[in-house]
């Protein structure tokens, strides 16, 4: 019994022995040059064999006591002879004990330097590092795999990263200082600098060069959650060309081919799967300081089926601006599925200072400080927006509006179209001064439209290529107005037509004696700032440079009537002198006049007073007859209303005195 416990004693020493020369023999040889060297021309020809393409490894360090593989200067031809990768280090040290539970820890991983050429392209052919996907998708058939590995990694590590690739023949490039991960079962953490990407936008116009960089970015997932914080996001693009502004100062910043923008924001995973993600973006920034794009928080919740987005609870908050969106959906596009961009919102909430958009899309806003109240809602295509339930009154209520509007060709300027269609706007007392006294213009006539007390309009207005087209009905204190005007940005003008059947010209104008008239007017009036500070300097004066062609129907003065008025009024801005006449059935009455101060129309001079008798044409026979007529049909019309509203009261009861 002893001697069978030696004898085992012995052959387990002799194996422990033997083992342990046998590992430390293949240590030595591993480690030694001429092995290494050997092993590495044999793996580097059964790689290029698989690959069927030029593999070059500089050199490799092996060592089975450290768990460390390193390999250095490495090169990858794609089968077009184009250098495809190459990698100055790449090392990796794993724990050996692991892989005996089935499980690979990666105690750390490197790669520096790093440079790939990855070629897409357009026409339908193979991407140049195809022929690598499809090699280890060989191999991965060939494996079967009886048991599942656990992969963890300590710590892996990328520097100075380059890789140039394409897409649809569309040229990117993408820089990466320095990227360092870790993984462990379901937990994976990133921390990024240096990521930047530039590529070439072929638009209509031309070229347009864009940059992105982060400054860094950090990343967690634990499971189907995590978090990413995204800082120093830069945005920068470049189309060669003058900014759309350029001589231009009453036109914004906003410039899709100049921007200049810099960004942080954090995001949220609460779940994520295979096709579906939901998170929220607990914070987000977003400044140009040359256009005066400025977001100071964007937050909001959403989930997406990588087909349409649905956001909840969506804030957005400038220097002076917040607007609350409830809910919205966003349909992403697909060629492939044949789907196409759009959106919609629900009702949105918010208060405003206009301000905000002056620099970036409207500079005449510059000193717009009224606050505003507002709601609507939004929908819209990649060419088209909509909005409905529009609101907006001031706190005071002093200012209300109701409207809806649409937009249409957003792709093409020439063809843009913008209608708002305002089916109720009222002005209050002193708030029309205030919104005037917002924009820096040379204010004209304001004295009148004070005398105009509460104003409402009913109407629209279109913004087309260089046009601008006005219609509606304006109601005042002082009657009611029918305007349809328009601004051609192509000749400077304004022009267009209005018409009264009420005016209170008398107090709106300050004229005694005058009451009320029905009247029509053309009249066009000069814009161009050049031509009318040539004017200004020759003449100065601070009227409107224009002139007005009227027909006045009907008038009174001191109580007497006047009818069948015609006036031309020309306006050098100095001075404005026209001619009026009085077409009578029997006589023609005229004169003329001049004016230089519209706030002083009591000041009007007259002059060159004239009258010429006539018969009394056909005419003027059948237009007094059908005034006649007229005049009839009225007071019939008044009579029956009368009845009609007497039937419609209780009767009174008759009381009848009788003597007894």
């Known amino acids: 019994m002893n001697k069978w416990i030696g004898r085992t004693l012995k052959a387990i020493g002799g ?56 390999l ?33 820890v990666v105690k750390s991983a490197a790669i520096e330097g790093l440079d790939a050429l ?49 897409v649809k023949d569309k040229p990117y490039e993408l820089t990466l200082t320095h990227l360092e991960g870790r993984m462990s079962g379901g937990d994976i953490e990133l921390n990024a600098d240096g990521i930047a990407t530039q590529w070439t936008a072929t638009l209509k116009k031309g070229p347009v060069n864009n940059n992105t960089s982060i400054a860094h970015l950090k990343g967690r997932m634990s499971g189907n959650t995590g978090q990413i914080d995204i800082d120093g996001l830069h945005l920068k693009t470049n189309n060669g060309l003058p900014r759309k502004n350029s001589g231009r100062p009453k036109k914004g910043y906003f410039d899709t081919g100049h921007l200049d923008i810099t960004a942080s924001l954090r995001l949220d995973i609460d779940s994520f799967a295979k096709d579906t993600i939901a998170g929220r973006l ?51 596009p697909s060629k492939k599925e044949g789907r196409r961009l759009s959106y919609s919102t629900g009702t949105i909430h918010g208060t405003t200072l206009l301000r905000d958009i002056a620099r970036p899309f409207a500079p005449v806003l510059k000193n717009f400080t009224l606050p505003l109240n507002l709601s609507a809602r939004m929908s819209g295509t990649d060419s088209t927006m909509a909005f409905r339930d529009i609101r907006v009154t001031t706190e005071d209520k002093k200012l209300s509006i109701a409207a809806t509007g649409d937009i249409t060709n957003l792709k093409d300027k020439t063809k843009l179209s913008v209608r708002f269609n305002v089916s109720k706007m009222t002005a209050k007392g002193d708030v029309k001064r205030h919104i005037i006294d917002q924009f820096t213009v040379k204010k004209l006539m304001m004295k009148q439209l004070d ?43 304004v022009t267009g037509q209005a018409s009264t059947r009420n005016l209170d010209l008398g107090r709106v104008m300050d004229m005694k004696g005058f009451g009320k008239v029905e009247a029509t007017a053309k009249f066009k009036v000069d814009i161009s700032k050049p031509r009318t500070a040539l004017m200004r300097r020759e003449k100065g004066g601070k009227l ?92 019939a019309k008044a009579k029956a209303l009368k009845k009609a509203e007497e039937e419609k009261s209780p009767k009174k009861k008759k009381k009848f005195l009788g003597i007894f």
């Not at 002879?81 to 090392?91: A, D, K, T």
């Not at 052919?125 to 195809?130: I, K, L, M, P, T």
């Not at 280890?136 to 990263?161: G, V």
């Not at 062609?549 to 007497?560: F, L, N, P, Q, T």
């Open 118 to 166: 990855l070629l897409n392209p357009q026409d339908g052919g193979e991407a140049n590092y195809q022929f690598v996907i499809d090699a280890l998708k060989s191999d991965k058939k060939k494996k079967k795999k009886d048991h599942s590995l656990n992969l963890n990694i300590d710590k892996a590590t990328l520097d100075n990263i380059h890789v140039k690739y394409t």
């Open 544 to 635: 409107p440079i224009g002139s007005v062609d009227a027909r006045v129907d009907d008038c009174s003065y001191k109580g007497i009537h006047v009818r069948n008025v015609t006036a031309t009024i020309v306006s050098d801005g100095a001075v404005a002198s026209g001619d009026i006449k009085q077409h009578g059935n029997y006589r023609d009455l005229s004169c003329s006049f001049s004016f230089t101060n519209t706030e002083e129309m009591n000041k009007i001079k007259i002059s060159n007073p004239g009258i010429k008798f006539h018969k009394m044409s056909e005419e003027d026979k059948k237009a007094k007859q059908e005034r006649k007529q007229l005049k009839k049909e009225e007071k």
């Open 15 to 70: 194996l422990t022995v033997g083992t342990a020369a046998l590992l430390g023999g293949a240590t030595l040889l591993l480690n030694t040059e001429t092995v290494q060297r050997k092993l590495l021309e044999r793996a580097t020809e059964m790689l290029a064999e698989k690959l069927e393409t030029k593999v070059t490894i500089d050199s490799a360090s092996v060592s089975v006591v450290k768990g460390s593989v390193g």
């Open 282 to 332: 607990t914070h987000c920034t977003a400044i140009d300081t040359i256009t005066g794009f400025d977001i100071r928080d964007l937050h909001t919740a959403f989930t997406t089926d990588m087909k349409r987005i649905h956001f909840t609870d969506m804030v957005l908050q400038q220097r002076d601006t917040r607007l609350s969106i409830p809910q919205a959906e966003m349909t992403l």
């Open 451 to 493: 005398k105009l007390g509460t104003v409402t309009y009913q109407g629209r207005f279109d913004v087309l290529w260089k046009n601008v087209v006005f219609k509606g009905v304006v109601g005042s204190e002082c009657g009611i107005l029918n305007v349809n005007f328009g601004i051609d940005g192509s000749t400077k003008y």
């Open 72 to 104: 250095y200067g490495v090169e990858i031809e794609d089968r077009q002879h184009r250098r495809m990768l190459g990698i100055n280090r790449l090392e990796a040290s794993v724990e050996t004990a692991a892989l005996l539970r089935d499980s690979v």
